[in-house]
């Protein structure tokens, strides 16, 4: 015989009082039941004494003859110090992802080992590139401080010789349409000649 520690409901309508009990496991929740041990009143705050209530010595008794607390009534004992709290470590075999689950569960950790590193080779590029961008901007630094007094020497000719450009540039725009106005009449004169 499977024996349970466990609660059965009593009480009113929407007003819950539970008897902890020792009984057989293959009985109905408030079935036939072999010993009651105490009672269990929720509506009660949870500082109150009276709220859970067991005899424990007789708890005690039934836990050595081998009977097992259901999880609430475990919690509740815990707390009182009478029985260290139970968690389950074994796990059925159903509860077990299949082959499937567990290739999928692989090929996510696979892929986020490579993300990462990935990431890491990001930055460590980054770094790389911001070292050589840094040791360009120096090395441009140097000229650049010599370059402005060099442009400044050789500025005055270069304006002179950008004003000189512009002044050929308006005469030669001035003289282009004179070129183009003797063209079309030496081609009109041509068309006359062969027509005559």
Do not use: C
């Amino acid at each position: 015989m499977a024996l349970k520690i466990r609660m059965a409901r009593g009480g009113y309508k929407k007003r819950p009082v539970y008897r902890v009990v020792v009984t057989d496991s293959r009985n109905p929740r408030d079935g036939r039941f072999i010993e009651k041990l105490g009672t269990h009143n929720p509506l009660l705050e949870s500082s109150n004494t009276n709220r859970f209530v067991v005899n424990e010595e007789r708890v005690k008794y039934w836990l050595s003859v081998g009977a097992v607390a259901s999880d609430r009534v475990n919690k509740y004992l815990a707390g009182m110090g009478i029985q260290d709290l139970y968690t389950r470590t074994e796990r059925p075999n159903k509860s077990k992802p299949k082959k499937k689950a567990q290739e999928r569960l692989e090929a996510q950790l696979e892929k986020k080992k490579a993300a990462e590193e990935a990431e890491a080779q990001a930055k460590i590029d980054a770094e790389a590139q911001e070292k050589v961008a840094e040791e360009a901007t120096q090395q441009e630094d140097a000229p650049v401080s010599e370059a402005p007094a060099a442009e400044q020497s050789t500025d005055a000719p270069a304006e002179a010789q950008s004003e000189d450009a512009q002044e050929t540039a308006e005469s030669g725009d001035d003289a282009a349409p004179a070129a183009e106005s003797e063209n079309t009449d030496a081609a009109a004169e041509e068309e006359n000649s062969s027509d005559s």
